[in-house]
């Protein structure tokens, strides 16, 4: 049995949010490393080293474009069956974190991955009756 359009478009919007989502953490992670030696001390007292922090600026946006995404999707589709997709985005995170930070891949982080695919992939499965 095939999914009704909306509940196809909600998931559409899920999916995005979640390369919206992992796009957002990536520039916040290159955001803060740009305020290596910046204490808080500092930050509190000139702000403004946060709002020319472009990559911070474009993180927080994503993460806004990302939130309306969802309530856009939530609206029609099932929140047991959307809300579960979200946590690809730790998927997307590991993935460009190591492409772009270099960072270490681990057979726990493997394992982990592979347990939130198996379990989106349940989920999504149990939504479909």
Same mark, same amino acid.
């Given at each position: 049995m095939?999914?009704?359009?909306?509940?196809?478009?909600?998931?559409?919007?899920?999916?995005?949010?979640t390369f919206?989502?992992?796009a957002a953490?990536?520039?916040?992670?290159?955001?803060?490393?740009?305020l290596a030696g910046v204490t808080g001390a500092q930050l509190l007292a000139e702000p403004v080293l946060l709002l020319k922090n %472009?990559?911070? !600026?474009?993180?927080y946006g994503l993460y806004g474009v990302s939130t309306i995404l969802l309530v856009l999707s939530l609206r029609r $589709?099932?929140?047991s069956v959307l809300y579960p997709i979200i946590s690809l985005?730790?998927?997307?995170?590991l993935? %460009?974190?190591? !492409?772009?930070f270099h960072e270490a891949l681990n057979p726990w982080k493997i394992g982990g991955?592979?347990?939130?695919?198996? $379990?989106?992939?349940?989920?999504g499965r149990d939504g479909r009756s």
């Open positions: 095939s999914r009704p359009p909306a509940d196809r478009l909600s998931i559409i919007l899920v999916m995005l949010c919206l989502g992992a953490q990536i520039l916040m992670k290159m955001g803060g490393n740009g %472009l990559p911070l !600026l474009g993180g $589709g099932q929140l985005t730790y998927v997307w995170v993935i %460009l974190s190591f !492409l772009i991955v592979l347990a939130i695919v198996s $379990g989106v992939a349940v989920l």
